[in-house]
């Protein structure tokens, strides 16, 4: 993942609607919709995978006393991140780290958030051992909030979820490109249902749990701390 990552143009992470994506950037508002109850003036987010910075450019933007830790493992797309967020200075720093491997400063960040990176997580330890962490580097009241592919509920859902995915798809793509996004997302991706997903985090300490939007196989999570 991190080499295919490193190699990947990112300047193709960094448009305003990545059509792969349905519905990309009203998901993005209503990810950072869903972290806004309890900040504090000043909040302090941690954005994981954040890639180019799409997320994280959004939260300073909406958030204008607000800091952002990007973490991500691949420089490649860690360089196009201090490019894209050279405006914001002073408000967000660049860790390159694997967030499967990191260890996160305790009850440190108001939100941790995330777009299209968890799912390279593989099975549910991986995930269930991250939303562990995730909870302990949140501040009191503190939330997770991620948009992310997820996995159909029974493999006939999954295969309607899958071939809306590809439906869509085709209205921008050649069959060939479609071939090579679905060939990476099976050989890269290990997405949990929701329903798993809801229960690892109800395990990890979350107090309230919930799916706010969903879309085929995309889906925005969420928790938060009471
Ligand atoms: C599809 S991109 C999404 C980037 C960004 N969040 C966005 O919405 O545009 C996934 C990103 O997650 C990063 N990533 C995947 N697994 C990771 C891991 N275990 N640790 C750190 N970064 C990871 C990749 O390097 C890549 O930049």
Known sequence: VKARFNREVAHAYSQDDPLWLPEYSEALSLLIDSIGANLPQDPRFLDLGA???NLSRRLLERFPASHVTLMDFSENMLREARNVLSGFHGRHEVVNQDFLRASFPNSTYHAVVSSFAIHHARGVGEYSDLYRRI?????????????????????????????????????????????????????????????????????AGFDHVDVLWKKLNFAIYCGNIA
């Open 51 to 53: 890639g180019t910075g």
């Open 135 to 203: 909870r302990q580097c949140l501040e009191p009241k503190g939330v997770f909030s991620c948009c992310d592919v997820v996995e159909g509920g029974n493999p006939h859902w999954n295969r309607i979820n899958e071939n809306g995915w590809k439906d869509y798809l085709s209205k921008y793509f050649s069959d060939e490109k479609i071939e090579k996004v679905f060939s990476n997302y099976r050989s890269e991706d290990s997405p949990l249902s929701l329903s798993e997903h809801l229960v690892c985090l109800t395990e």
